[in-house]
């Protein structure tokens, strides 16, 4: 089946879960990203188990921050 | 309030375009904008305000400026380094535009300041680099129903959010919680490349400036991440969640709080 992941539509096997997608494509650290699945965020460990159908677009969403190691001293 | 002859020369550009004119470079002139964090994001940011003519600008920081900070953070100078980064803010702004009226406010953001820090301003810029002071802003602005611009930086990747008081998802509603430390990497594990810091803090001081004078649509309902290594901008649509804790329909966070205390907190016997 096809989705489009980030915006780059690939082939995938059929039936694959959210948690299933997140190893394939390499995820790091898959606990602290974002899913989205067509605009709807999929959250914690039941929804992960959420089957993908044809034509599902997936957003990963990751932390950006900047510069300091945390925790940390001070705060900005 | 009438332009002076200086002012007319110096905004020439603004008011020539016709959805800003004299009235949005008048909005700007009253409006006052807070800066938290005089760094990567918050030096193009600042300037750009500054140039603008945005009439108070608070610079929000405690840290003093550090050599490693001159790749990007182009508020400072080599001859800053060892001063504090709101005063060498100050006087960079002062420099650029002596119209513009500064405050400093020189120390850490805290679950017991912040309300106070962000009461007196129009919109709110986080240009920290951490993520518990980004959980903290979002927290405070969505209890003081104050927009905020949210950017994050990282390697060659930048990303940006614009906070709207009921009118879309906050910070919280994408990211949830803080990451546990080292969870992800930051910018001195990882680095980050200068200019991604000038292109997504100027992109907070145009949604800043929108928001300010009301042009065009600002970046709420959505995510935009920038790749500076194949240049896609991206926009991602993100829904509010209605269980977000801070703005959500039943909010468990009805104060701002400070993340390292609660570590310690969990550390304590």
Redesign the interface.
Known sequence: MKLTIGGETKNFKDDLTVAELLAEEKVQNPEYVTVAVNDEFVDGPLESRRVLVEGDHIEFLYFMGGGRPWPSPTNN | MAFTDQQLERYSRHIILKEFGTKGQKKLMAAKALI??A???GSPAAMYLAAAGVGTIGL????VVDLSNLQRQILHSTADVGKAKVESGAETIAALNPEVNVNLHR????ADNVLDLIAGYDFVLDG???????F?INDACVLSQKPFSHA???RF???LTTYLPGQGPCYR????K??P????P????AG?IGAMAGVIGCLQALEAIKCLTGMGQPLTGA?LVFDALTM?F?K????S?PSCPVCGQNPTITEPQ?Y?LA?CDLKAP
């Open positions: 938290v964090g760094g990567g994001l929000a920081d405690g840290d120390g850490p953001v805290k920290t680099d951490n993520f518990p002071a980004k903290l994050g930086i990282i990747q930048g990303q509603c994408i990211f949830l803080p990451p430390p080292e969870a992800v930051t910018c001195r594990q980050v995510l896609d991206r991602i649509k993100v829904p969640r400070d390292e570590a």
